[in-house]
């Protein structure tokens, strides 16, 4: 059973540009989230998404950043017009609801860099 | 708004040390906590799950203590190995959305 798979591992990108970053949850797992580590800094929430629809997304800058689950496919987190302050990992987490737990398994992150 | 805390923030041990980190949380109301090692520039694996209706966890060398009365957790690390060096970090989900608060983890050393 494979484990959380994220792609690209590193992303460079110049200011402006835009960037996907793409999340495969584990198998059976319907709950995505999107955790961001800036340099020297802890992890931060930033979105919970189910299959098509966005639970949570109070940890979200209000503008540039964008997430979407949809029916097929992987999750993917959308960044426009990157700045050299989003450069930092992005990790991606699922989770299986079960009735007693919800434990979240992370992937190995993206690192995006803004030159 | 839950705050999570973990002190030290570094801890340099020798090998075959038994040693304890230390969690925080300022709101009790938790669904669940859990312990993760992140390597460097690495994921992370996840370590313990403790639910609110538990007091411990415990796998193979590791035992995870939580008192949601006091806002604290604790992992224990029984007979510490080199291959224990790495960021320990604790999150814990509130449980409205399932979202984890993450405390700013302890890097550990173990010194062979």
């Known amino acids: 059973n494979a484990g959380v798979m994220q792609n690209p591992r590193h992303l460079v990108r110049r200011r402006g540009q835009e960037a996907r970053l793409r999340c495969s949850p584990m198998?059976?797992?319907?709950?995505v989230y999107w955790y961001r580590q800036l340099p020297e800094e802890g992890l931060k929430f930033m979105v919970y998404?189910?299959?098509?629809?966005?639970?949570?997304e109070s940890g979200m800058p209000k503008e540039r950043f964008s997430a979407e689950f949809p029916k097929e496919g992987p999750s993917i987190l959308r960044i426009q017009q990157v700045v050299r302050g989003d450069s930092a990992a992005y990790f991606c987490?699922?989770?299986?609801?079960?009735?007693?737990?919800?434990?979240?398994?992370f992937g190995p992150g993206t690192r995006l860099t803004v030159t | 708004k839950q705050e999570v805390t973990q002190i030290p923030a570094a801890l340099s041990v020798p090998e075959g040390e038994n040693l304890v980190l230390n969690c925080s949380f300022t709101?009790?109301?938790?669904?669940?906590l859990q312990w993760f090692r992140q390597d460097p520039g690495k994921g992370l694996t996840s370590l313990l799950l403790i639910q609110s209706s538990q007091r411990e966890q415990t796998s193979g060398r590791l035992n995870a203590s939580l008192d949601k009365s006091s806002g604290r957790s604790t992992l224990y690390i029984a007979a510490s190995q080199p291959g224990d060096s790495a960021t320990y970090l604790c999150?814990?989900?509130?449980?409205?959305?399932?979202?984890?608060?993450f405390g700013t983890g302890t890097l550990l050393a173990v010194q062979p």
């Open positions: 987490a699922s989770s299986r609801r079960t009735s007693n737990s919800y434990e979240q398994y």
């Open positions: 999150a814990v989900n509130s449980g409205a959305t399932n979202k984890l608060i």
């Open positions: 709101d009790s109301a938790i669904y669940n």
């Open positions: 198998k059976g797992h319907s709950h």
């Open positions: 998404l189910q299959k098509e629809n966005i639970i949570d």
